[in-house]
């Protein structure tokens, strides 16, 4: 289906925020460089499993002139998913976005699920308290919009309203397949006509003492640090793009489901499988692979099983790379940061690759690319998509 001309979605317009700072030259800037430290995260004690976190600077929405009704409603998430909106779309012709196209969202967004009680309130909650209590510290301290606040469609509607989209619009929860999910339901739009151009973003968890015990919960991997972050980009169909000079499609993509390690392993290396497939590629063809910073134990040991079986090699032979070290882990926007890597990649015939002490290599691409990314759901959702690029 991608591959008939007239249904090659191609990407474009990329807008990133992570806490390598603004745009994706800074990011991979920040890569090559080696290793970021992640900063003390704020209210996390000894006795917390983790204590520090990638977190983003303080930006300034005021350039959007945001509708103070609208403020009431807007979280430290939604604001970071209306900055990366803006730092995509800043790049567009604006007119073209109100001449009547139809441009959709297609967004992949963790739960927002604020604390509430908020965190200063918990913290200076006496240690112990009796139901009483409990309930007036919740009645006390919940926002009266709180109910707004915690749906995603409510960040969707921001977006939308803020930069005039009026194509049709969809979020997808809460892991980090969500971002996946949304750049492939966004280009089927495309293809079957909803829409003429497509905004795909996705937007990191909110970092908070609470987050890390839920994903303790979920067996999160220790060693590994939550990161904030957005990530967006363009998605337009239509034969013009092929006259870019450096132009990147989606060439295919499969999405599976796997409940137990073994079933994991096999689901994930069926969607390769299929991926390949559909792009009518070998294995062989794959010249970068951007692999999901997995969220448990299970889901890393399935998809280094699975890289294995689909490109009958051992791990050290692969040309994989993740971002994790600089971004840390960003749940939905950690594969669409690697989407973006992919693109910024094939646009200057250049690759990341594991180097000495934690810094990114460089090395070369040429003539036509294919570059696999994959993300792994914390309970068995497997995506993988592949694109296609042309450096000369």
Same mark, same amino acid.
């Given at each position: 289906?991608?591959?008939?001309?007239?249904?090659?979605?191609?990407?474009?317009?990329?807008?990133?925020?992570?806490?390598?700072?603004?745009?994706?030259?800074?990011?991979?800037?920040?890569?090559?460089?080696?290793?970021?430290?992640?900063?003390?995260?704020?209210?996390?004690?000894?006795?917390?499993?983790?204590?520090?976190?990638?977190?983003?600077?303080?930006?300034?929405?005021?350039?959007?002139?945001? !509708?103070?009704?609208?403020?009431?409603?807007?979280?430290?998430?939604?604001?970071?998913?209306?900055?990366?909106?803006?730092?995509?779309?800043?790049?567009?012709?604006?007119?073209?976005?109100?001449?009547?196209?139809?441009?959709?969202?297609?967004?992949?967004?963790?739960?927002?699920?604020?604390?509430?009680?908020?965190?200063?309130?918990?913290?200076?909650?006496?240690?112990?308290?009796?139901?009483?209590?409990?309930?007036?510290?919740?009645?006390?301290?919940?926002?009266?919009?709180?109910?707004?606040?915690?749906?995603?469609?409510?960040?969707?509607?921001?977006?939308?309203?803020?930069?005039?989209?009026?194509?049709?619009?969809?979020?997808?929860?809460?892991?980090?397949?969500?971002?996946?999910?949304?750049?492939?339901?966004?280009?089927?739009?495309?293809?079957?006509?909803?829409?003429?151009?497509?905004?795909?973003?996705?937007?990191?968890?909110?970092?908070?003492?609470?987050?890390?015990?839920?994903?303790?919960?979920?067996?999160?991997?220790?060693?590994?640090?939550?990161?904030?972050?957005?990530?967006?980009?363009?998605?337009?169909?239509?034969?013009?793009?092929?006259?870019?000079?450096?132009?990147?499609?989606?060439?295919?993509?499969?999405?599976?489901?796997?409940?137990?390690?073994?079933?994991?392993?096999?689901?994930?290396?069926?969607?390769?499988?299929?991926?390949?497939?559909?792009?009518?590629?070998?294995?062989?063809?794959? !010249?970068?692979?951007?692999?999901?910073?997995?969220?448990?134990?299970?889901?890393?040991?399935?998809?280094?099983?699975?890289?294995?079986?689909?490109?009958?090699?051992?791990?050290?032979?692969?040309?994989?790379?993740?971002?994790?070290?600089?971004?840390?882990?960003?749940?939905?926007?950690?594969?669409?940061?690697?989407?973006?890597?992919?693109?910024?990649?094939?646009?200057?015939?250049?690759?990341?690759?594991?180097?000495?002490?934690?810094?990114?290599?460089?090395?070369?691409?040429?003539?036509?690319?294919?570059?696999?990314?994959?993300?792994?759901?914390?309970?068995?959702?497997?995506?993988?998509?592949?694109?296609?690029?042309?450096?000369?």
């Amino acid at each position: 289906m991608l591959n008939q001309p007239s249904h090659s979605v191609y990407l474009d317009f990329p807008g990133i925020y992570s806490s390598a700072g603004v745009g994706i030259d800074r990011l991979w800037q920040a890569i090559c460089a080696g290793p970021l430290s992640p900063k003390p995260l704020h209210g996390a004690s000894e006795a917390w499993p983790q204590r520090e976190a990638y977190l983003v600077d303080r930006f300034d929405l005021s350039a959007l002139r945001l !509708d103070r009704k609208m403020l009431r409603t807007v979280t430290g998430q939604s604001s970071l998913a209306l900055y990366g909106a803006h730092l995509s779309l800043a790049q567009t012709d604006p007119s073209s976005r109100f001449d009547g196209s139809r441009c959709g969202l297609y967004l992949g967004l963790p739960t927002i699920d604020e604390e509430i009680p908020s965190w200063s309130a918990l913290e200076k909650a006496p240690t112990r308290l009796c139901p009483t209590d409990l309930s007036d510290l919740f009645l006390r301290e919940t926002p009266p919009l709180s109910g707004l606040t915690l749906l995603n469609s409510s960040a969707c509607a921001h977006i939308s309203s803020t930069f005039g989209l009026t194509g049709t619009m969809a979020a997808f929860s809460p892991f980090s397949d969500a971002g996946l999910q949304a750049v492939i339901e966004g280009a089927l739009s495309l293809i079957e006509g909803e829409n003429e151009n497509v905004l795909v973003g996705a937007v990191s968890p909110t970092v908070s003492p609470v987050r890390i015990l839920q994903y303790d919960h979920l067996l999160w991997q220790g060693p590994q640090r939550m990161g904030e972050g957005a990530a967006y980009v363009m998605l337009r169909k239509g034969q013009d793009e092929e006259k870019s000079a450096r132009p990147v499609r989606i060439a295919g993509f499969w999405r599976t489901f796997g409940m137990t390690e073994t079933a994991r392993v096999e689901a994930l290396s069926s969607a390769i499988e299929q991926a390949l497939a559909m792009a009518k590629i070998p294995p062989s063809a794959i !010249d970068w692979i951007l692999a999901d910073s997995t969220w448990t134990q299970i889901n890393h040991k399935a998809q280094m099983r699975a890289m294995e079986i689909c490109f009958e090699n051992n791990q050290s032979c692969l040309p994989l790379y993740s971002a994790e070290s600089v971004t840390g882990v960003m749940g939905p926007a950690q594969p669409m940061t690697h989407l973006l890597l992919a693109l910024q990649g094939m646009r200057t015939g250049r690759k990341l690759l594991y180097g000495p002490h934690g810094a990114g290599l460089e090395e070369e691409m040429t003539g036509t690319q294919y570059v696999l990314v994959t993300a792994c759901g914390a309970h068995g959702q497997f995506i993988a998509v592949i694109l296609q690029g042309r450096y000369q």
